[in-house]
């Protein structure tokens, strides 16, 4: 069977998608001498995008291939030391040296990359080592701790918290892992406030402070609660209202702060050649941010400037490729990346002992028993979704409930704000329990209370998800607004900013889909006051302790969860761990510097 047999066939079992059979069958093209082990592991290379995975594993690429169903594909297969030595002879093949040929593909140790991602790796692990090192003022202790006595203050925090201060207050990077609640939005205020207080105190210029987060939504939550942070926030009196002024209140998305010039993204307005002018950045949600993204926002960074990391290394990765909170946070790191990580553990937004708390930490945990003992003592289960879904299921009836606010508020900014008291949350897209379904019959059953008409496509109450990145429009991928009426009675789809509640036209509007029901993937970076989360009817691959854990910390007072045992704990018994080799590289730097 030839090498382009072996392609096909595993594109027609979902094994491979066209764009990695197309690399495969061009690799196979430029190296007539390759017995095709380098053009089927360089198609491997380009599937492990889809799943997350910056590489894949030499020795992985012996395994037989098995379609999503977990059937093997019969198709012959060489072993790992075939791969090996093809991908040592090729000249397609490189070693990743900063000097070496360009080719398509870098075998570097254990692993193989396409070369781009290769030098994704390579630049962001060079630039957090850079960050790490950077020589900051000397830090005048008795401020430190006059400003950690002032901005904890009847706090009660934990001591990682002041940790982190002191940590970002010494140093150029620092990354603040913890679950929801954890106070990381207080620490993070506390720490620039430290900052500031620091160059106020020794007669310095206030470093200037730039926040962003890698969605619209994210960069509104991270306002909101810096918003509230500040303006409570206990100053040295002497330099208070100079340093409130320079705190900064508003965020923006990674991509706006880059700046695009095009809509492909090739390039940025702003890279290592015109970094960004603040001296302190602050990227909330940082475990949504993938590997390029991440690497040219370190790019982006002036010589000397700080880079503050936040986020929940437990929750789902970014979509794109890659993993780099979970990276950087899941072992200690050697060198001063490493000494640069403080995480979070006691909850404050939630009893801990509670409901969510209780749930959210058996999850964590992987503990199966413990999430039964949750879910059975409280009213956090509810029924399986996809055993019918007419006027009686308990998810629609608890839907028509949560949202009778919204389908009667008067306002745009009203009727926002009642739809994000509540959200159902999905693991997959098709099927009974699908996003697909439950938004049609979630419709169906808001239109049967009358708090909907949706006899035309643009009824007062439509919320709609934008699914792609608008810089003309300024709408990005998450957002998400409500359909209803302006001052003139003129149909406008309605969402909340920074700056308040903005109208924009239904025909302006970048590609964009109901959401009454939505993917916990796109869940992430928000929170909702209670959240019900449909699981599918039976184990599916998609479900792991990460996606439970995300769905159940979306919510700050309720959440059910609507799924059968059996399902629930085969998702638990899933533990994703994206295969990178961004460890390797900040290792390999620190070892060589």
């Known amino acids: 069977m030839t090498v382009q047999t072996t392609l096909a066939r595993l594109g027609e079992r979902g094994v491979l998608r066209p764009v990695d059979r197309h690399l495969g069958l061009l690799l196979a093209r430029l190296d007539p001498a390759d017995d095709g082990c380098v053009a089927l592991a360089g198609a491997l290379a380009s599937r492990a995008l889809a799943d997350g995975d910056t590489c894949v594993v030499v020795a992985s690429l012996g395994e037989p291939p098995h379609d999503e169903e977990d059937v093997a594909v019969e198709v012959p297969w060489p072993e790992a030391s075939a791969f090996a030595a093809a991908l040592a002879r090729s000249p397609l093949v490189g070693d990743g040296s900063p000097d070496g040929a360009n080719v398509p593909l870098v075998h570097d140790g254990d692993r193989v990359w396409l070369a781009r991602y290769h030098h994704h790796e390579q630049r962001l692990a060079a630039g957090l080592l850079r960050v790490a090192a950077t020589q900051v003022p000397p830090v005048d202790a008795a401020v430190l701790d006059a400003s950690l006595g002032r901005l904890f203050h009847g706090l009660k925090p934990d001591p990682r918290q002041q940790e982190a201060v002191r940590a970002a207050v010494r140093q150029g990077l620092t990354v603040l892992a913890g679950g929801p609640g954890t106070g990381k939005t207080t620490t993070v205020v506390a720490m620039l406030a430290a900052l500031l207080e620091q160059a106020a105190a020794a007669g310095r210029p206030l470093p200037r402070v730039m926040l962003v987060a890698p969605t619209g939504k994210a960069a509104a939550r991270l306002s909101e609660s810096v918003r509230s942070k500040v303006a409570t926030l206990q100053l040295a009196p002497d330099h208070a209202d100079a340093v409130r002024a320079a705190l900064p209140v508003q965020a923006v998305t990674v991509h706006r702060a880059l700046g695009p010039l095009n809509d492909w993204l090739t390039r940025m307005r702003h890279d290592a050649q015109h970094p960004w002018a603040a001296d302190v950045v602050v990227l909330d949600e940082a475990s949504m941010v993938d590997l390029p993204l991440m690497a040219r926002a370190v790019d982006a960074l002036k010589p000397g400037g700080r880079l503050i990391l936040i986020g929940d290394p437990d929750q789902l990765a970014a979509v794109g490729a890659g993993s780099v909170l979970g990276d950087l946070c899941r072992e200690a790191l050697p060198g001063p990346v490493g000494q640069g990580v403080v995480h979070l553990t006691s909850a404050q937004r939630y009893d801990a002992e509670g409901e969510i708390g209780a749930l959210a930490r058996a999850l964590h945990d992987q503990d199966l028993d413990a999430t039964r003992v949750a879910l059975r003592g409280t009213d956090a289960r509810g029924d399986d979704p996809g055993a019918r879904l007419d006027q009686h299921t308990p998810l629609l009836d608890r839907a028509v409930a949560a949202w009778t606010a919204f389908g009667?508020?008067?306002?745009?900014?009203?009727?926002?704000?009642?739809?994000?008291?509540?959200?159902?949350?999905?693991?997959?897209?098709?099927?009974?329990?699908?996003?697909?379904?439950?938004?049609?019959?979630?419709?169906?059953?808001?239109?049967?209370?009358?708090?909907?008409?949706?006899?035309?496509?643009?009824?007062?109450?439509?919320?709609?998800?934008?699914?792609?990145?608008?810089?003309?429009?300024?709408?990005?991928?998450?957002?998400?607004?409500?359909?209803?009426?302006?001052?003139?009675?003129?149909?406008?789809?309605?969402?909340?900013?920074?700056?308040?509640?903005?109208?924009?036209?239904?025909?302006?509007?970048?590609?964009?889909?109901?959401?009454?029901?939505?993917?916990?993937?796109?869940?992430?970076?928000?929170?909702?006051?209670?959240?019900?989360?449909?699981?599918?009817?039976?184990?599916?691959?998609?479900?792991?302790?990460?996606?439970?854990y995300t769905a159940v910390t979306r919510a700050r007072e309720r959440v059910v969860v609507y799924g059968s045992d059996a399902v629930i704990a085969a998702g638990l018994a899933v533990s994703t761990r994206r295969t990178s080799g961004l460890r390797g590289a900040l290792a390999a730097g620190v070892s060589s510097g």
């Open 408 to 548: 009667r508020a008067p306002t745009p900014a009203e009727r926002l704000a009642a739809f994000d008291r509540f959200r159902v949350l999905c693991a997959v897209r098709a099927g009974p329990s699908g996003v697909d379904a439950l938004n049609a019959a979630l419709q169906a059953a808001l239109a049967r209370a009358g708090l909907i008409d949706p006899s035309e496509p643009w009824y007062v109450g439509r919320p709609v998800l934008v699914t792609a990145n608008d810089y003309g429009v300024e709408l990005f991928n998450g957002d998400i607004g409500v359909v209803d009426l302006d001052a003139g009675g003129h149909v406008r789809v309605f969402f909340r900013t920074p700056e308040g509640v903005r109208a924009v036209l239904p025909t302006r509007l970048p590609a964009h889909e109901t959401v009454f029901a939505m993917t916990i993937h796109k869940s992430q970076g928000s929170e909702f006051d209670e959240v019900a989360v449909a699981l599918p009817p039976r184990p599916h691959r998609l479900l792991s302790r990460e996606l439970l």
